[in-house]
């Protein structure tokens, strides 16, 4: 069945180390989202990519990075910068074609650092 | 600017009761998609529901029906014969057309509790 795939479900880090959360998907879509999601709050978008080797920042890019090297991945670094890591990831992914496309979601990646 | 609002961050429903979500927008694209998702306690974001800016009927999936007002730019989710399965958050978001660079813009949510 076609998804998306978020590993690990719980990470845990300590303060000052860069940490990658992974997220692969075979949909064949062409965009893709990562999403931080705080208690009792809604989505905030971190960067989204709309084709390979391309990326746009978002509206709390400061503190991540992001590659895609390949249509099917798009890995998210949360770095030592990134002041209040500890919150739930997401990523989505949706054809580039239409507006009609809703996005798909992996079921998340929930980062503690201490 | 782009603009997704829901003023409800908690609501109470009877079981077997109807329930509705408020969502408004803003936006002077002529085309956009609207969706309505779920997210239980778990985390994962469910899609419920899709409404198309020119379609002329109201979107409904089982349950679920979406109130599309477009003058009023409002996108109501109405669930019908509430289950506690339905307790949960509810987002409402919209997608711009492919070349506003297919974001999505997300309201706050809404928390439904469905009591017994």
Redesign the interface.
Known sequence: DGGITQSPKYLFRKEGQNVTLSCEQNLNHD?M?WYRQDP????R?IY?S?IVNDF?KGDIAEGYSVSREKKESFPLTVTSAQKNPTA?Y?C?S?P??????????G??T?LTVT | AQKITQTQPGMFVQEKEAVTLDCTYDTSDPSYGLFWYKQPSSGEMIFLIYQGSYDQQNATEGRYSLNFQKARKSANLVISASQLGDSAMYFCAMRGAWDTGNQFYFGTGTSLTVIP
Not at chain 1, 40 to 43: A, E, N
Not at chain 1, 96 to 105: D, M
């Open positions: 965009a989202y009792g709050q809604g989505l978008l989204y709309q746009q739930f997401l989505a949706t580039v074609s239409s507006y009609n496309s809703p996005l798909h979601f079921n998340g929930r």
